[in-house]
């Protein structure tokens, strides 16, 4: 739930600039809303995450996987950080999928083929769960 803090700050600090910036990048486009960010408030949702995690004191292993789940060429993708990164992705892919099924083809098909760090049989398992609960079905997955 924490790693998408980011998020709910920029929203609240800045209300009306974020509506804007989140309507201009649209559905399923992370990485452009992540330069969008960066743009309009000089950093991005994850990072901003990342950051407030820290000032938790949060694990920096959690804090790295929370700023590069958007950006997997942030970490080493052996390390625990890109590991985690990975699964963080990967579950936003699938709540994607679940929200809006269509928009999101192209994203996870990306992710699947990238691979999330889970074992084949698990992946299957996922997109079996998927088809059945995504309203209108699941698109076509690599």
């Known amino acids: 739930m924490l790693c998408k803090v980011g998020r709910l700050a920029l929203a609240t600090a800045y209300p009306e600039e974020y509506a804007r910036v989140l309507g201009l990048a649209g559905p399923g486009g992370t990485r452009a ?4 960010e960066r743009r309009a408030f000089g950093t ?7 950051e407030m995690m820290a000032a938790w004191r949060l694990g920096d292993d959690f804090c790295e996987a929370v700023c590069s789940q958007n950006a997997p060429d942030r970490t080493g993708l052996d390390s625990r950080a890109g590991r ?24 996870l098909t990306a992710l699947v083929s990238e691979g999330s760090g889970l074992g084949r049989e698990a992946l299957d398992q996922c997109e079996g769960r998927l088809k059945s609960a995504a309203p209108g079905g699941l698109p076509a997955v690599g």
């Not at 985690?84 to 099924?101: D, E, F, K, T």
């Open 33 to 36: 809303l992540a330069e969008m």
């Open 44 to 50: 991005d949702a994850d990072e901003l995450s990342a």
């Open 84 to 107: 985690l990164a990975r699964i963080l992705r990967w579950a936003g892919s699938v709540a994607s999928v679940l929200v809006q099924p269509q928009a999101c083809a192209e994203p």
